[in-house]
């Protein structure tokens, strides 16, 4: 490894040493949470895009990279920043070095960073633009162009290009509005429905005449209230009364801004796997990747009915619509990685769906 520093907008510096791909790299930074696992998923997960994610568990890659935890094809994070890079993983999966991952993919990440000072800077500054550069970089040339540069975090860059079916033999058949979600998603649906991809800005005459009982809006990178989303929203609007209909994070934001509700940024979003959600008079662990809230009077005059809330901050976690068989939930039910707690709302979802076709 050679030196390098990880350049905050504010010109705070934090110095390291580069592993993965010869490359330097701008990106928004955000801190995840959670334990030993989960650093594959997250670098490979498309809500990821745009995102410099900072690990606060303090040891990443300890049991080095399988293909069978990827949640897509490829590396979608801008970079990964870690106190301390494991060399040594253990052979447990047959794993390779997350490094060497890293360098195959083209990504690039610093190590031996004071992550849990980069953290507390995070949270009482807010999230802001971040690049990891080698050791000869001009330090007030980076800072210059992090208050400028554009990330892309677009949608429109990872959501799938066309129409695919699943057919898992099952009763059901569900349309997913795929706006960058993992695989995960699709395995866990898979136990109860036949799935119907379909692109971000399909049509809603086309979801219809797809045979579709249910569909859900997916996860995805991004501010839901991007110009590129108007399609996806009023997509939304038009199936919202024809069939049930669920949200996963981004989707879940989608879904609110089609009733009217407002969308805001968080100062510090929710990422990783364990954020207590309260719902059903019971508290679930919950994976996150949660950059924007729901207005809380906004979404009441809606028609939104909170249903959940985050026990950290009380943000809104999840709603049901007044009076249409519309949901939303900010986080990942199906986990993958993080707890399966809420898993459940899946099987929820196809009995309010086999319920409205009787």
Known sequence: ??????????????????????IEKAGEVVFSTGGVDGYQEAITDPSSKGQIIVFTYPLVG???????????????????????????????????????????????????VDTRALTLKI????????????????????????????????????????????????????????CGTRKGLYDVLSKNFNIIKFPYNAKAGEIMDSGAQGVIVSSGPGNPNAPELKDTIKTIQELSDKMPMMGIALGCDLIALSFGAKVLPMKVGHHGCNQPVKLKGRICMTAQSQDFYIDPSSAEAAGLTVTQTNLNDNIIEGFKHSKLEVYGYEYHPEGSPGPDDTIFLFDDFLTVIKGASQ
Do not use: C, W
Request: proline letters at 1%; aromatic letters at 6%.
């Open 1 to 22: 490894m050679t030196g390098g520093y990880l350049v905050l907008e504010d010109g705070t510096v934090f110095e390291g040493e580069l592993f993965g791909a010869n």
């Open 62 to 112: 300890n049991y080095g990279v399988s293909d069978e935890f990827n949640a897509s094809d490829a590396i979608h994070a801008n970079g990964i920043v870690i106190k301390e890079l494991t060399t040594e993983p253990s052979q447990f999966y047959r794993g390779r070095f997350l490094s060497d991952f890293m360098e195959e993919k083209g990504a690039v990440g610093i190590a031996g």
């Open 123 to 178: 949270r009482e500054s807010g999230k802001m633009k971040g690049k990891i550069v080698k050791n000869h970089a001009d330090i007030n040339q980076v800072v210059k162009e992090l208050k400028s540069v554009d990330i892309d975090s677009s949608v429109s860059s990872v959501s799938i290009k066309k129409k695919e079916k699943i057919d898992n033999g099952k009763d059901v058949t569900v349309a997913v509005i795929d």
